[in-house]
């Protein structure tokens, strides 16, 4: 579905991933993990667009999206999850996920996907009135997903859902994206630094390491690996 | 409340004042006499004056903080005060009533009242449409233009010089003054809105000044500072009509105007665009991951902006019949941008009525002759001190807590 082949890219002068070659298929969850500033948030800003790509190649389905403006790889069906949240503070929730509708026409369904959002995180509708910026950190993450499911992607890029929450809160976020993914077929590329979480629910992992992938497999394989053990899991 | 703390802080600050104005107040010198008058009594006034103003300000000030500290009841009753205008435009039969009685009196306000009053008020007009002109820029999209009165000055010299190169009547001017702003806030947009907050507000004040001192400078092309004079009032099927009839019609015209450019920007901010504009405000790389195309947004955001100036540029050439780089300074950008800020960003109502506030308060202060724009500055500050939010809010903020869901919030 998605590939990426030697994609470079950066911030001035520096080069923040150098040379990545990725895969993800079809209904997938895929895990990048790696530590801070090993480049993870880059390549997913690259792959929506918001990064320009130095060289190499992003497809989708066969077609170069590297060239495109993120407006039009929006549309194509990649939704992306800003690390940080990034919802809007002073639109209400269920402003903030009209917002994901943006590029979206077909009222019937949006109404029926507010509904599915609203069943999967039943504390944001009782909060639809609310600001977002009034939301706790754990609601506000959930809102940045639902506010991504609205756009009805079929790839969802999420950057570090895990980010300053609550252990608790972190394991329900988990399984909610599972939960997306088995219901929705809706593709998952999962960037995280909580690599036990990320590996317990993902098919397959990257690791990457000063913007290079050092080793990839399967997640049961990522899991069992001395190296991965030793430098991201603590055991 | 009148605790020795709060008395000692009110005698510093009347010694801080009797200090400051001390030379002006106190010390008078005759030059010719050669003599130094020294005016105590003045000293005391100041004093006294100062010790209770200040004491009334901080009053006020506690009063607020004690009213923000208990946000339980005390927050729905402000609710409620802030958002009564909304609520009564909210009722359809109110706001019939409402409605209908302001254009009642507006439409025969030139009918009562003196030329000297409909010429302020025809002003007043053309700053409430300026206003919600930049209301869409710095309101609703969240960039900062100090330099709005540029499309202002596009239009209005697109009309003189039309006129003056090639007869062109007011009617015609209209669109074109209009459009070429548009076009001016493209062009100054593409390499300019990449930048953000402060930047932005930097290179706008300097685009400002551009177009001002091209038009100082270029001689031949716009008369430099001489300005261009002779500018035709605008006209009605070709009548000749008196300096006052003239005057009543351009404020018609201009009453008409400011109904269209209300019902327009309030379709506007319900719009998908207006959604864009309100997300992109709200948070750049989330507008993107959504979907929405920043670049497009921003530049239909400053052309629509600069759109109105234009148009109101062509209707002040036209009141006044006289424009020259004078009227197009920086401070016309201040006074456009406080009545937004004063207004309530992002608010109609708000606007509107700052934009009366604003333009109407300095023309009635002139009772108070030399002080007038001391008093008008304090207004502002107080104002600005009580009311951070605008006269009126934007009814964005108002939302509802359900009780229950009241001790949870964190």
């Not at chain 1, 530590?35 to 790509?53: D, M, P, Q």
């Not at chain 1, 959002?117 to 009782?126: A, G, K, Q």
């Not at chain 2, 302001?102 to 009918?111: K, N, S």
């Not at chain 2, 930049?134 to 239009?155: E, H, K, M, R, S």
């Amino acid at each position: 579905m998605l590939k990426l082949e030697n994609v470079q890219s950066g911030y001035g002068n520096i080069l923040a991933v150098k040379g990545i070659s990725l895969e993800v298929n079809q209904g997938e969850i895929i895990t990048l993990i790696g530590a801070n500033g090993a480049g993870k948030s880059t390549t997913l800003l690259t792959i929506s667009g918001i990064v320009g790509c130095r060289s190499g190649r992003i497809f989708l389905y066969d077609e170069e999206i590297h060239t495109l403006g993120t407006d039009e790889i929006v549309k194509r069906g990649i939704c992306q999850v800003p690390e940080g949240r990034h919802i809007f503070p002073e639109l209400t929730v269920q402003e903030n996920l009209d917002m994901g509708a943006f590029m979206r026409n077909d009222t019937q369904q949006i109404k029926q996907d507010l509904d599915y959002v609203y069943s999967l995180f039943p504390i944001l509708s009782e909060r639809r009135n609310q600001d977002g910026g009034t939301l706790s950190g754990g609601e506000q993450q959930m809102l940045a997903v639902s506010r991504a499911l609205m756009a009805k992607p079929q790839l969802l890029l999420l950057d570090e859902p895990s980010m300053g929450l609550a252990p608790l809160i972190i394991k329900q976020i988990f399984e909610i994206i599972k939960k997306i993914n088995l219901e929705n077929n809706v593709t998952i590329f999962l960037v995280e630094q909580n690599a036990n979480q990320a590996l317990q629910i993902a098919d397959r992992g990257y690791v990457i390491e000063n913007g290079k992938i050092t080793i990839t497999g399967s997640a049961d394989s990522l899991l069992s690996n001395k190296d991965v053990q030793k430098a991201y899991l603590g055991l | 409340m009148f605790t020795l703390q709060e008395i000692k802080r009110s005698l510093l600050v009347s010694i801080w004042f009797v200090f400051l104005t001390f030379p002006l107040m106190v010390i008078r010198v005759d030059s010719i006499e050669k003599t130094v008058q020294w005016r105590w009594m003045n000293m005391v006034y100041v004093a006294i004056g100062s010790f209770l103003l200040s004491f009334v300000f901080r009053y006020m000030l506690q009063r607020k903080e004690m009213k923000s500290d208990d946000n339980g009841d005390d927050d729905k009753k402000d609710k409620t005060g802030r958002s009564f205008i909304h609520q009564g435009l909210a009722d359809p039969r109110y706001r019939n009533i409402i409605l209908g009685s302001l254009l009642a009196v507006a439409l025969i306000f030139p009918h009562v009242f003196s030329t000297y009053q409909t010429s302020i008020m025809t002003t007043a007009l053309m700053y409430v449409v300026l206003g919600l002109g930049l209301n869409i820029v710095v309101g609703l999209a969240g960039l900062l233009d100090l330099g709005y009165v540029a499309f202002y000055a596009v239009g209005a010299y697109t009309y003189a010089l039309l006129y003056h190169f090639f007869g062109l009547g007011f009617w015609v001017a209209l669109p074109i003054g209009g459009l070429l702003a548009a076009a001016f806030g493209i062009l100054l947009g593409i390499p300019v809105l990449r930048l953000r907050g402060d930047y932005l507000a930097i290179v706008t004040l300097g685009f400002g000044e551009i177009i001002r001192l091209v038009m100082e400078n270029w001689g031949e092309f716009s008369q430099g500072p001489s300005g261009v004079s002779n500018i035709p009032r605008p006209s009605f099927l070709g009548i000749d009509m008196s300096l006052d009839t003239a005057l009543i019609y351009t404020y018609y015209l201009m009453l008409l105007f400011v109904i269209f450019t209300i019902f327009f920007v309030n379709r506007l901010q319900d719009s998908r665009l207006g959604r864009a504009w309100i997300a992109l405000r709200e948070d750049e790389i989330a507008c993107q991951a959504m979907g929405i195309d920043k670049m497009k947004t921003k530049l239909v955001a400053f052309s629509l902006g600069a759109f109105w100036a234009g148009i109101v540029g062509v209707i002040f050439a036209a009141k006044t019949t006289f424009i020259s780089p004078r009227s197009f300074t920086f401070i016309e950008s201040a006074i456009i941008l406080s009545i937004v800020v004063l207004g309530g960003m992002g608010s109609i109502i708000g606007v509107i009525i700052g934009a009366f506030i604003l333009i109407l308060l300095p023309e009635y202060l002139r009772a108070l002759s030399e002080y007038r724009m001391l008093a008008f500055g304090a207004i502002l500050v107080c104002m600005m001190v009580f009311r951070p939010q605008g006269i009126i809010g934007s009814i964005r903020r108002t939302y509802t807590y359900k009780k229950q869901t009241d001790g949870e919030v964190s």
